[in-house]
């Protein structure tokens, strides 16, 4: 990493702007999330005042407790974990025999899924909307959990795929070479040589998917109709409405409790993320 | 294009890999590809070519009569709606004004991050937090910013003597401006790591030999970091203005498409028209027209760059 500034020497006034730079950007990108939480711990009376502060006056938790009696945001938590987790583990489940085929086996098979990884990312989702909620409700599965978990999977897949055959790459082939000279078959090298290695990679994968499932919005507002079975993000917009200053802070206090569970996975798996992108640039 | 790759490698001479698996997948790999190819199948390919088809039927929701295909019906009339056209020129304002102020101030962030400057950590750890919001809250976090009332924009405006401040999401003419700012800040992390991956993976000794050579920092940015940085930026601005285009919850919660269609989005004018009209086969013509334009655009984009390179 301090590679880069090495022998080459940045002059003061330089280096002087580039944290003045650096300043700006953190401010442009942590400001809108403060003020977020600011909003959800002020009472409602000081939401009222027409000049509102960055820090509550008096803070309070009024706010978390209204928004949990105005809208059943438990049961939406709920919800979205269970649809959140059935949704990274098959996706991971079911991605990773894929990938080791995809990084081991080239035929017209893998070039044809590679393909797809590379379409579906452009994918517009309104072509795919329509013909998805008319299979859905002739399998009945539409205003279901286990519908939207299954369009979950096949959503979460692509970058699953794309991951994964990273992580298989990583894995040195000659162990796999020593398991089938030992006479091992396909399905065994996959289970007791490769998969252990895989594991952080596997974890990882896992946890991006169910950050995706979890912050998904767009299918769950279609396929999702009555309220006990909607998910967090899809209850959280009837926060919105006819807000008056009142309803501000339940709102804010609700969207700041949605984000808790996405931003502790992401802080664990961040630096494999960035670190993975990396890998895979370098060896491509 | 899938197609000619495939063909262009079953041409070379066949390479074996260890333990089999040649050009034809045998029933082992069947066995292993299948759990993921059949939901691909079902609910991916699948439901694109039945959206394909439903675009040339008059298909609706909870009608009783039978489905049936009108041919091109529905593109002539779309030919003629003056409102989707409308919506249409709103998409590409916003996917072109996210894209490139984007991929500007993503490209100086990564450039920051990748020098060796204190409180690096912190702002990559910042710079990621837009990435692992759910859209929805983010959409929410800006209401509350531009709240007229009890925002801090407002207040910040005010404070510095700048007027009154307005309500931004409200009006006609700030209402598409405030919605691309969103979009700016929820992208950026991705295109800031995407392109950090890439800086890092610049030749370091070509850098080092242009800073002996007396070349300043623009000139070494031209010569070293743009040629090295030059794919990932051009597949990286392709794929935001993709995703951009097919944005949906963002302004959904921040306008739901108001002020008076200002901000109405083609994806959120065909969601309307599929689950709040019921016209799926007009809705699905709309998603066709919308891949079809989408693709010869970044086709364009992408053969007239990368030419521009090769002189």
Known sequence: MSLTSGPMRTSRPARAGQYLALLAYLVFLAFPFLWLISTAFKSPRELGDLHPTWIPKDPSLDNFRQAFDEQPLL?????????????????????????????????????????????????????????????????????????????????????????????????????????????????????????????????????????????????????????????????????????????????????????????????IIQKRITGGMLAGAVKS | MTLATAQEQSGKPRQREPGGGGRRPDFGTWFLVLPALLPILILSVGPLLYGIALAFTDSQSGRTAPTQWIGTLNFSDLLHDTLFWDSFRIGLLWAVGVTIPQFLLA?????????????????????????????????????????????????????????????????????????????????????????LAGLQNTPHELHEAAALDGAGAWRRFRAVTWPALKPIALSVTALNFIWNFNSFALVYVLTSGGPGGRTRLPMLFAYEEAFRYGQFGYAAAMGCVMVAVISVLLAVFLAGRLKGGDK
């Open chain 1, 75 to 267: 049961e939406a938590a709920g919800n979205s974990l269970i649809a959140a987790l059935a949704a990274a583990l098959i996706a991971v489940v079911i991605a990773t025999p894929m990938a080791f085929v995809m990084a081991r086996h080239r035929s017209r098979l893998t070039t044809a899924a590679t393909g797809w990884v590379v379409v579906s990312q452009a994918f517009p989702f309104v072509l795919v909307i329509i013909p998805l909620f008319l299979i859905l409700k002739n399998l009945h599965l539409i205003n279901s959990l286990p519908g939207l978990i299954m369009v979950y999977v096949v959503w979460s897949l692509p970058f699953a795929l794309w991951m994964l055959v990273g992580y298989v790459r990583a894995v040195p082939r000659e162990l796999e070479e020593a398991a089938a000279v030992d006479g091992a078959s396909r399905l065994r090298t996959l289970v007791s040589v490769t998969a252990p290695l895989l594991m952080p990679g596997l974890v990882a994968t896992a946890l991006f998917a169910f950050i995706t499932a979890w912050n998904e919005f767009f299918f769950a507002l279609v396929l999702l109709k009555s309220p006990e079975k909607q998910t967090l993000p899809v209850v959280l917009t009837h926060f919105i409405g006819a807000e008056g200053a009142a309803d501000l802070g339940p709102l804010a206090a609700a969207a700041f409790l949605a984000t808790l569970p996405s931003l502790v996975i992401f802080a």
């Open chain 2, 107 to 195: 490209l100086g962030l990564a450039l920051l991050l990748n020098q060796n400057l204190r409180f690096r950590w912190l702002a990559r750890a910042l710079a990621i937090v837009p990435w692992a919001m759910p859209e929805v809250v983010v959409g929410i976090m800006w209401r509350l910013v531009y709240n007229p009332d009890a925002g801090i924009l407002n207040e910040t405006l005010r404070n510095l003597g700048l007027g009154e401040g307005r309500d931004w999401l409200t009006g006609l003419a700030t209402a598409l401006p405030a919605v691309i700012l969103v979009g700016i800040w929820a992208g950026m992390p991705q295109t800031t790591v995407a392109l």
